[in-house]
């Protein structure tokens, strides 16, 4: 009962997005006192981006083919076989064929499609109905966060903690992805910059640099610079804004906007920005309910405020995965004419604004005070996440591949 009760926690887990994929955006800025200029070029040179992983120099798997099972629709995110001049399928592609060398092996792709609500039940079908064959068809899944559950339940994928050369302490795997969904001392998936669509699933904001200039408020760059963007600040500015600009005496979206929700799944960005735990682990490893206390409570007070009572601070009360698009449409249609202040986004919305003529910029969510100790942030449970079958016959070659991609 208590491993059943431990699936169900962490599936409401997945499924909400919450603290299971949130990530800390440190306060840049505030840990020198002398920061990096933009012409400091040596400055610039000297630091360290990269970390290096532990594995082996002399790993040798023969040429060895390694098979991903992979969402169709998104097989280019993670497997390119061959260049196509697009900036981003290039890098996946050099990456690939980077890994590839280093040790010697050959990446091979099993598409299915696993998108939609249809196609996502027929990829667990399919992944549970090989794997309870006996079939090590494919070694590494790559599926999505909301269907993790289910190949758990299902017992066809294995502890992650026993594959060799896979370190999940490592900074390219999501931190609170491995606290939060080990049970009971077994980590059985785990998802990080592995996942380019974790990456463009994360959710942040985008404000107007052209309306914030022209309306005289405050940088909101400097703010999180300094540690001080908060709830506050950028409330107090988005409150400002409202403009009547049609003259009808109505709040719509042809007038001038401080702040929209562009899509109703956005809201969990608040979870992981007020750093409102979901869950905690007990002595055992397994996760207990804590969401809810007085601090949820006043969070959830506060939003409902904000967006009941000021005009211009609206919600888009749709999701994206619906068929009516219209609210989203209006909304990025105001953000591109230059009538929206700040809208909530994934990265990946950037397509929405490439022809863009006013001046945009990227901002994390705001912290609940300053005395919140970073920015954080979550992202939506359609990112990628990874599993590695029971099936699986050469565990170190599996982890070695998901270490170094």
């Known amino acids: 009962m208590k491993k059943i009760y431990a699936i169900l926690i962490l599936s409401a887990l997945l499924v ?17 006192e002398q920061p990096v200029q933009t012409g400091d070029v040596a400055a610039i040179s000297d630091t360290v981006l990269f970390a290096a992983d532990d594995l082996p120099d002399n790993l040798d798997f023969d040429g060895k083919e390694i098979t991903i099972m992979y969402r169709e629709e998104e097989i280019r995110e993670f497997i390119n076989t061959e260049q196509t001049g697009d900036v981003v399928d290039d890098a996946v592609y050099e990456s690939n064929r980077n890994v590839e060398e280093r040790l010697n092996i050959l990446l091979t792709a099993f598409a299915m499609r696993g998108n939609a609500t249809d196609d996502r039940t027929a990829f667990v079908n399919h992944v549970t109905s090989t794997v309870q064959a006996g079939d090590d068809a494919f070694q590494i899944v790559g599926a999505l966060t909301y269907n993790m559950p ?21 900074p390219w795997w999501v931190q609170d992805l491995v606290r939060y969904g080990t049970l009971g001392g077994r980590l059985y998936l785990a998802s990080g910059d592995i996942s380019l669509s974790l990456i463009k699933k994360t959710l942040c904001l985008y404000f107007n640099i ?107 009360k749709l999701s994206d995965a619906g068929n009516d698009l219209s609210m989203h449409q209006a909304l990025r249609k ?45 992202a939506r449970n359609v ?23």
């Open 16 to 32: 909400s997005a919450a603290a299971s994929c949130a990530q800390s955006i440190p306060d840049s800025g505030v840990q020198s």
């Open 383 to 405: 990112y990628s996440s990874f599993a590695v079958p029971v099936t699986c016959s050469d565990p170190d070659l599996t982890g070695a591949v998901l270490e170094a991609l």
């Open 334 to 378: 105001m953000f591109t004419e230059g009538r929206l202040l700040f809208v909530s986004a994934e990265f990946n919305n950037a397509e929405f604004y490439r022809d863009m003529k006013d001046e945009y910029g990227i901002l994390p969510a705001p912290k609940w005070d300053e005395n919140q100790a970073g920015y954080y942030t979550v």
């Open 210 to 316: 052209n309306l914030a200039g022209s309306l005289g408020l405050d940088s909101p760059y400097d703010l999180v610079n300094s540690g001080a963007w908060t709830r506050e600040n950028m409330d107090t500015a988005a409150k400002s804004v409202y403009m009547d600009l049609n003259g009808d005496g109505q709040v719509n979206t042809d007038d001038c906007y401080g702040y929209a929700v562009y899509d109703r799944n956005h809201l969990n960005m608040y979870i992981g920005a007020y750093d409102l735990e979901v869950t905690a682990n007990d002595e055992n490893g397994y996760p207990t309910i804590v969401f809810g206390g007085d601090k949820t409570a006043a969070a959830v007070e506060y939003l409902c405020g904000l967006f009941a009572d000021y005009p211009g601070i609206a919600i888009n």
């Open 150 to 170: 289910a190949f758990i339940q299902n017992g066809v994928v294995m502890n992650m903690l026993d594959l060799p050369y896979a370190d999940f302490d490592k």
